[in-house]
């Protein structure tokens, strides 16, 4: 039986997860706070025994291909890590027009 402080940590982390996927597949930033914070958030809750590796690999995998397409989700499925990839395409730079 899950235990409510479980309950509520899976809960927070879908949440946190699903905001970071969407706010990315929308082109906004993920400032690096957010980013590490979340991957804290991940390995606090893997330490205290709310999640283990594969069930997290697995959401990462679905929620990087519901967001980010096939491509985004064979990043995560080839890096044995449990990190957050960074998918936003990368900004556009323009030449400056002095020499």
């Keep these: ?22 706010d990315q597949s929308e082109g906004f930033d993920i400032p690096p706070a957010v980013l590490y914070r979340l991957e804290g958030f991940i390995e606090a809750g893997l330490v205290l025994g709310f999640i283990n590796p594969k069930e997290i690999k697995r959401r990462l995998y679905d929620l990087a291909i519901q967001y980010g397409g096939e491509e985004a989700g064979e990043l995560y499925h080839n890096d044995e890590r449990i990190i957050l990839h960074v998918l936003m395409p990368e900004a556009p730079v323009y030449p400056s027009t002095k020499s």
């Design 1 to 22: 039986m899950i235990n409510t402080q479980e309950k509520t940590f899976v809960e927070e982390l879908d949440d946190r997860l699903l905001s970071f996927f969407r």
